[in-house]
């Protein structure tokens, strides 16, 4: 009876490995940890970036009466150009904090790149500050993203104009399938 016990739970092992090398080395070695819930995330941009706000939103409490305005996400390695990918998910987040309850100012920032600054910090551009005083907007979302060989990694902040202080941050990856790759090689 061990002995089956002991073939069994190597059989076990040996069918797990080709997901450890998915994990590893990428899907064409076999399928990755998780392929359920990475099936679901991928070709699903729209339901990661809803699920991304929602966690946004979270922890931070808006007034329903001042707008907020969606600045587009940008290449961390390059910052001062914009991207289709940085635009839908803009997109995307402007929509799902409407759905929200949230006041969306509908204005141009989709193309009012966000500058991080060498340490790191955001500097928001001259138009971004301009349209957070004028539009009486209570705060700005604003991003980054970052492509390695798997992930894209995606950075999103609420800003405050008091300072530009951050009011909510929201971190996350989503897997490079080819929908994020044409969406960053189009211009």
Same mark, same amino acid.
């Given at each position: ?10 059989? $076990? ?7 450890? !090398?998915?994990?590893?080395? %990428?899907?064409? =070695? #076999? ?11 991928? #070709?699903?941009?729209?339901?990661? @970036? =809803?699920? !991304?706000?929602? !966690? ?9 009466? &001042?707008? /907020?305005? /969606? %600045?587009? $996400? ?5 910052? @001062?150009?914009? @991207? ?14 409407? &759905?929200? #309850? ?8 989709? +193309?009012?790149?966000?500058? *991080?600054? +060498?340490?790191?910090?955001? $500097? ?16 700005? /979302?604003? #991003?980054? =993203?970052?492509?390695?060989?798997? &992930?894209? =990694?995606? @950075? $999103? ?5 008091? %300072? ?9 990856? /989503? *897997? ?9 090689? !189009?211009?």
């Amino acid at each position: 009876m061990k002995r089956w016990a002991l073939v069994a739970a190597c059989l $076990l092992g040996a069918a797990a490995l080709p997901g450890c !090398a998915g994990y590893y080395y %990428g899907e064409k =070695y #076999g399928p990755t940890l998780g392929t359920t819930v990475d099936a679901m995330l991928r #070709g699903n941009l729209v339901e990661t @970036s =809803y699920r !991304a706000t929602d !966690a946004l939103l979270k922890t931070v409490v808006l007034d329903p009466a &001042q707008p /907020v305005v /969606v %600045g587009t $996400l940008v290449n961390v390695d390059r910052p @001062s150009e914009s @991207s289709r990918l940085g635009r839908i998910v803009a997109g995307q987040i402007a929509g799902r904090m409407v &759905q929200s #309850g949230v006041l969306v100012t509908e204005m141009a920032l989709r +193309d009012v790149p966000v500058v *991080p600054r +060498d340490q790191g910090e955001l $500097l928001l551009p001259r138009a971004l500050r301009e349209a957070l005083r004028t539009q009486g907007a209570q705060a700005a /979302v604003v #991003g980054t =993203y970052a492509v390695s060989a798997r &992930q894209l =990694y995606v @950075s $999103l902040k609420l800003i405050g104009p008091p %300072g530009n202080a951050v009011l909510a941050a929201h971190d996350y990856a /989503v *897997p490079m399938d080819e929908d994020v790759r044409a969406l960053l090689a !189009a211009p």
